[in-house]
């Protein structure tokens, strides 16, 4: 088992209300890593991050995630946040196919003091070829796109596909009753002063629309098996918001 660790202590920096996009932010984009694994494999992982705010009041906060293989050898992937202003459980169970996520069932649920409460729920029937699901409440049922992935499980196909060697990826991601076309890219390395010491990282952005005004960066450490490592997401009103790994638990 290679152990990581770093202090204790959450700090989260956002203005009311805002807090909660941070840690979206870390949902949307995020991955986990695991110890000694080939771009086919899968190992159990338990990570935490924190998330930051250029400016705003500071508030603690904790954000993990998991991966575990079910009796049935299913994979439960899982992401967690406790806060003061909200707290989101997300989850995706899914089939590890050869080195491909295939959803079978997404979870979502976000509530707190100072955001609007939200669920989500998406059923990937492969045999009939539809996803069913609800947002808020509100029901629907459409065909599957070819190779859809879920909010949650696109993560850990992208850290496979860099783990490959991939430099362009582009994934069908569901997004409540549609699916969206999201592009990634390795544009770069460059050395990271972590927690852990100094780390050659793979640097990947978010590819968007020439005229966008957000932008995502993430960072990766293949000596940490491609561990996410660092994360900056500008939005359009000039607001920065970073993540940081915290600690992390790497079983091989």
Partial sequence: MTLIRSAS???LVSLPGLLALALVTLSAASLTGEANATPSELNPIAASYSASMDKGLS???SAQRTLKQ????????????DSFIADINESVIFR???GRVVPIEYRYRLDGLMVRDRSRALNFNWPAKSMSGSYDGESFTVPLAANALDPLGFQLQLRQDLKAGKKEMHYTVADEDDFDEDQFRVIG???ESTRFG?????????VREDDSKRETLMWF???LDYLLVRLIQVEPDGSRYEVRLDDADLTD
């Avoid at 100094?198 to 978010?206: A, G, I, R, Y």
């Fill in 9 to 11: 202590l959450r700090q």
């Fill in 221 to 223: 450490a293949p000596a």
């Fill in 189 to 191: 390395e460059e050395v």
């Fill in 59 to 61: 508030i603690n906060g």
């Fill in 198 to 206: 100094e780390l050659q990282t793979v640097k990947v952005e978010k």
């Fill in 70 to 81: 079910q009796p049935d050898g299913s994979w439960k992937y899982d992401f967690n946040v």
């Fill in 96 to 98: 590890w196919d050869e």
